[in-house]
């Protein structure tokens, strides 16, 4: 053992006798900057550690296109947001102004070296994060690996109560729901429809995880057929000209709200939802923390990195048949890496068949509604 880690040793030790009051006001920040699936992560992370200390202040700093996932979350205090664009020298200023807030814990959950510099310069009491090649810049570190909720949660399990299973969750309030259902209404979609909802996109124009239109076009067709649904499409502006390329190889109508919801919004209506099918994206995640089951169809990811985090186990992932998959994080990359980077659909996604997606849609709505619904499951 060498004397670097034998300080860290050190330092573990004296932050957890610090942080063993549970009745002491501590101030706390936690950075993620990440896209709306990543924040959804951080939830069971945030409640832990809320419900351990009760008089504490949890403050986080997060992406500013994400920051509505955690409105009205209890126990968070403050939302700090960082902008896309902001240059390295502005987030040194942004950071440093961190500074005189005189934080006790900071609690980094990003990998990112960057962030490792950045933690330095809010002055933090102790700094808790993960392993990487700057890691020596915070006091506490803890491996990455596995699923990112259980993952991130190891950071503070620790020194948090352990208050039964750990799910991710998202607060909404009553005038939110309320919103949502008048918007249905104004669709003539009322609660007792069967809603399925889709998210064609993942907020990147000719992404490597996008399905073919055509496909989710037949899909979408045969639930409505089967299921007598309401399909209604979600997702942002980017993903627009797809969706509207999918309504139009429709035999059915279909209802489309792309680019027309808030955050806020996205979620109150997949709170109405029976399920909802899309590839890796911020609405299926969004789906688990509000109890609604997904099918999730997955390419180059890894679906026990970042796949749904359903307590319920009532969610399925579809994913084809390669031997190359997943290929998102591997080294060396397989020899039709150069070839997939490029070629839309990549071949994981083209390989990817309707019925596949169809049987894990009906076994999801089996385990869910069998009992639950009027449904007819065939």
């Not at 990112?148 to 005038?175: C, M, Y």
């Not at 390329?245 to 919004?265: P, Y």
């Not at 890894?302 to 186990?313: K, L, N, Q, V, W």
Request: net charge positive; with cysteine; glycine share 4%.
């Amino acid at each position: 053992m060498n004397l670097f880690e034998c300080h860290r040793i050190y330092k573990k030790k004296k932050f957890l006798s610090f942080i063993n009051d549970k009745e002491k006001r501590f101030k706390f920040l936690i950075i993620r900057n990440g896209l709306i699936g990543d924040i959804v992560f951080i939830t069971p992370l945030l409640k832990r550690i809320g419900k351990t200390f009760i008089n504490s202040e949890i403050e986080v700093l997060v992406s500013y296109n994400s920051r509505e996932v955690l409105i009205n979350f209890p126990s968070v205090t403050k939302i700090h947001t960082i902008k896309p664009d902001i240059n390295l020298i502005k987030q040194v200023f942004f950071y440093l102004k961190f500074k005189k807030k005189k934080y006790d814990i900071l609690l980094n959950q990003e990998v990112n070296t960057h962030y490792s510099i950045m933690s330095t310069l809010v002055g933090a009491k102790f700094k808790i994060g993960f392993r990487n090649k700057l890691d020596f810049l915070l006091d506490i570190v803890y491996p990455r690996e596995g699923h990112v909720v259980p993952a991130e949660l190891r950071s503070v399990k620790d020194w948090t109560a352990n208050f039964g299973v750990d799910s991710t969750h998202i607060e909404l309030s009553s005038q939110e729901i309320n919103d949502a259902r008048e918007m249905l209404y104004r669709y003539n979609i009322t609660l007792e429809d069967f809603i399925i909802i889709f998210n064609v996109g993942c907020s990147q124009i000719n992404s490597i995880r996008h399905w073919e239109n055509y496909k989710i076009a037949k899909l979408a067709d045969i639930l409505i057929n089967r299921y007598n649904s309401k399909v209604i499409f979600t997702g942002v502006i980017k993903d627009m000209a797809d969706t509207e390329i999918v309504m139009n190889l429709m035999k059915k109508e279909a209802v489309s709200v792309v680019g027309n919801t808030s955050v806020r919004m996205l979620c109150a209506l997949i709170k109405h939802a029976k399920i909802v099918i899309g590839p890796d994206t911020g609405s299926l995640h969004i789906a688990n923390a509000l109890g609604v089951p997904v099918v999730m169809y997955i390419g180059e990811a890894d679906p026990s990195d970042t796949g749904p985090f359903d307590i319920t186990g009532d969610s399925i992932v579809v994913h084809s048949e390669l031997d190359c998959i997943p290929c998102r994080f591997s080294v060396p990359k397989p020899n039709r890496w150069i070839q997939c980077k490029s070629q839309r659909p990549a071949l994981c996604m083209r390989k990817l068949e309707v019925d596949d997606v169809l049987k894990a849609v009906e076994t999801v709505i089996e385990r869910r509604y069998k009992t639950k619904s009027n449904v007819r499951v065939s």
